[in-house]
């Protein structure tokens, strides 16, 4: 096995590697959006003034963040069939899964940036006669964001690293096609790296994209 | 045109407002003035629901603010509010922050919203700044854009909360000569400042809280001939002095 690297491996499995991309991609953005834009649900619902909406999200978010991102996966591969009644398949069933774990941590960042824009801010949006849910849309959220874009970050890269536990049901992210590829043929150092190397680009990549927008909506 | 009848209202156990009354009649100037703490603030945010009040009624126009049934956003629309620390919206530009309730609340169109920003922003004094944001703006110029977006709203009256107590000295002046022009075309304000010169040119009465309770409310030239309680003279001279 030791002896001269060969890294024409990677050609030679493009296609697999490809579609473990694909799926770590997909996972990556879907988790993003939909946890986001459930998470800002969340959040505007802890801080409601109503009890049981803020009651109700505080479990939820509670209950996910106390359990290990890959039990959740398990649970909803084998769960959701039971509810449902049929089969939704393993690319389903994480999706929902991964959403809904992102979404609590989401939900936690989100609330901590609302709660950072001050009061008056508020009230300057309602004393123009804004309604509450007016306020927050085009006073609040904004700032909100643009304050938590640091930590959205931090925690779509935890995401997009921990998108490889999908081997568990079944599916091939990069990671485990990378890793498949690498015992099969025995190319352990070459793919190991390729990956190491492929996840450090996207990450930076990411990490860059997201500060220049940070500074065109800088002021 | 707003009427303010015995309100009261406590934060807990501690009372911030005791059973005061007073009024501001339509294109009347009433400038409220009071040692730090005694619920200035608080009685003005009253006036347009940003505070509620337990005891009392105070009605804009003969809506009563704390109703049941207030469309409290519509009333808030007509009445406009000065801050002390400004409170633009950080994120918009000048033009955006002078829009955004006018395309939002009122419903106008963008042109027609941009026309009108563009009109009062150049009544002010800023007519080139429309394109910053406000970071990029003096406190002077940010109070100046201030006033311009809650006129934006055409409102009815207009609510001044310590507008120049951020400034530094030499921006005073700048906001002070867009409120008095305000005054002096026939706008309905009630004014919380220091700032006696003011008070002294333009306001039709004059009111002093102390503790939660109004203890004059007198026309201007009385309360600066002689007002009457002993901690009124004593507030008095203490800010005439710096
Ligand atoms: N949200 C609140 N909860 C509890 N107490 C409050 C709250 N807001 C204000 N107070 C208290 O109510 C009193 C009146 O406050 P207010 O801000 O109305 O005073 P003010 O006359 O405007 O003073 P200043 O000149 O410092 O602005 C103060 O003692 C203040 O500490
Ligand atoms: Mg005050």
Known sequence: ?219 | MIEIQDVSKWFGDFRVLSNCSTHVAKGEVVVICGPSGSGKSTLIKCINGLESFQEGVITVNGISVGAEGTNLPKLRASIGMVFQNFELFPHMTIAENVCLAQLKVLNRSRAEAEERAAQLLNRVGLSNQAAKHPAQLSGGQQQRVAIARALAMDPIAMLFDEPTSALDPEMINEVLDVMVALAQEGMTMMVVTHEMGFARKVADRVVFMDEGRIEEDARTEEFFGAPRGERAQMFLSKILSH
């Open chain 1, 1 to 219: 096995m030791v002896g001269r690297f060969d890294f024409t491996v990677i050609f030679s499995n493009l296609d697999i590697l490809w579609n473990g991309m694909l799926i770590t991609l997909l996972l990556t953005v879907v988790a993003i959006v939909g946890g986001i834009l459930l998470g800002t649900i969340l959040a505007l619902m802890r801080l409601s003034r109503f009890k049981l909406p803020a009651y109700a999200a505080g479990r939820f978010v509670d209950a996910f963040r106390a359990t290990p991102l890959i039990l959740v996966i398990f649970w909803f591969y084998f769960a959701v069939p039971i509810v449902t009644g049929r089969p939704i398949g393993g690319l389903y069933s994480v999706l929902i899964a991964f959403t809904l774990f992102e979404s609590a941590y989401y939900c936690e960042i989100i609330r901590a940036g609302i709660q950072s824009i001050r009061l008056p801010q508020v009230h300057a949006g309602l004393a123009l006669g804004l309604t509450r849910w007016q306020a927050t849309r085009h006073v609040v959220l904004p700032q909100a964001f643009r304050n938590m874009v640091p930590l959205l970050l931090t925690q779509a890269i935890v995401l997009f690293q921990d998108t490889s536990l999908v081997y568990v049901v079944g599916l091939k992210d990069f990671l485990t096609a990378a890793d498949l590829v690498a015992t099969r043929d025995n190319r352990v150092v070459e793919m190991y790296l390729t990956a190491a190397v492929v996840y450090l680009v996207i990450c930076s990549l990411g990490s860059l994209w997201v500060r220049r927008l940070q500074r065109q909506y800088a002021i």
